[in-house]
């Protein structure tokens, strides 16, 4: 597949081996906030825009919904490279947007002034970007548009809705937060308590106990994260992760554990809300991400400033 229209390669950031390393992709407005300049595309047009762009080129962005997350991405990264100098196993995170070259300059700027460790730029003008996923090995996509989310999704990549908000700082160790149903494991719970109500899922979960669950939209990403978590002892791991899922531990819990076991995926904490709220344990965890398919669970992790991202179960 050809190249996108201009990828810049940051000379100042050791390219990676995308077969050996975990590629990140996010667009601007993922990881900046833009909502400004967004708002001025929409009511202007695209060479207002682009003037904007360019007059504004020196001037840093502000920091978006991702950006925390991308930082401590990078911090894995350099834990990994004080353990074994020869590491290959890292994150790589590229830029991908629908910006034109001529006013991409700012997002170039914008990364170099926050010492972003980001090793390509995209440029794709008026293009689907998303169909550029595959050829660059991306193993998750964070945008804030519904329909390229829904794209990537469909281009079997992992990939999840970010929203514009005031976000908290979290720590320096990367703490990333899943879902169970329809984000690491499928939707077919789901679908029986749609049909068959609480009781009727129950049920279900009573019989299928020894059965895996399906894989679902998160699981390779999660999978990949699990396999470089393993390269620490608990205690020192710069990377931690949760599952805060709305299944009662008593009645649903078990074949979620049972499954992540045969996935070989070690989890640090599993939460089992028993539908309560997840916007309080949430504060105390204080994730760099939080990816849930639920919008009222989004909406709870917003309000109390934790870094969110929708994992939308229909598109």
Not at 52 to 68: E, I, M, W
Not at 108 to 114: D, G, L, P
Not at 130 to 143: A, I, M
Not at 248 to 260: F, Q
Request: hydrophobic share 40%; aromatic share 8%.
């Amino acid at each position: 597949m050809a190249e996108p229209e201009s990828t810049v390669l940051n000379t100042d950031v050791k390219q990676k081996d995308p077969s050996e390393a975990l590629v990140i992709a996010v667009t601007t407005r993922a990881i900046f906030d833009l909502e400004e300049e967004h708002a001025l595309f929409l009511a202007k047009g695209k060479d207002e825009y682009v003037r904007h762009q360019q007059a504004n080129q020196n001037k840093p962005l502000p920091p978006g919904t991702a950006f925390a997350f991308i930082q401590a991405v990078q911090y894995v990264n350099e834990q990994l490279l004080a353990s074994d100098p020869a590491e290959r196993d890292l994150f790589d995170v590229i830029v991908l947007s629908n910006n034109s070259p001529e006013s991409g300059t700012r997002i170039i700027n914008s990364a170099k002034h926050y010492g972003l460790e980001i090793s390509k730029f995209c440029f794709v003008s008026d293009e689907d970007s998303t169909q550029y996923l595959k050829s660059h090995q991306v193993k998750l996509f964070l945008s804030a548009d519904r329909t390229d989310v829904c794209n990537a999704l469909r281009r079997g990549v992992s990939a999840a809705l970010v929203f514009q908000q005031e976000v908290q700082t979290p720590s320096t160790q990367l703490r990333v937060v899943f879902d169970g149903d329809a984000v690491l494991f499928s939707d077919e719970t789901d679908q029986v308590f749609r049909e068959k109500g609480l009781e009727g899922a129950v049920r279900y979960e009573r019989a299928m106990e020894a059965v895996p669950m399906g894989e679902g939209p998160l699981k390779a990403f999660a999978m990949h994260l699990g396999k470089m978590r393993k390269k620490f002892s608990q205690e020192k791991s710069p990377i931690r992760t949760y599952l805060v899922t709305a299944r009662s531990g008593r009645d649903m819990g078990i074949r979620a554990i049972k499954t992540l076991r045969e996935w070989g995926l070690a989890i640090d904490e599993a939460f089992f809300m028993d539908g309560a709220p997840k916007g309080p344990i949430l504060t105390q965890i204080q994730p760099h991400i939080f990816f849930d398919d639920g919008l009222h669970n989004i909406q709870g992790a917003q309000e109390v400033g934790v870094p969110s991202a929708w994992v939308p179960s229909q598109c």
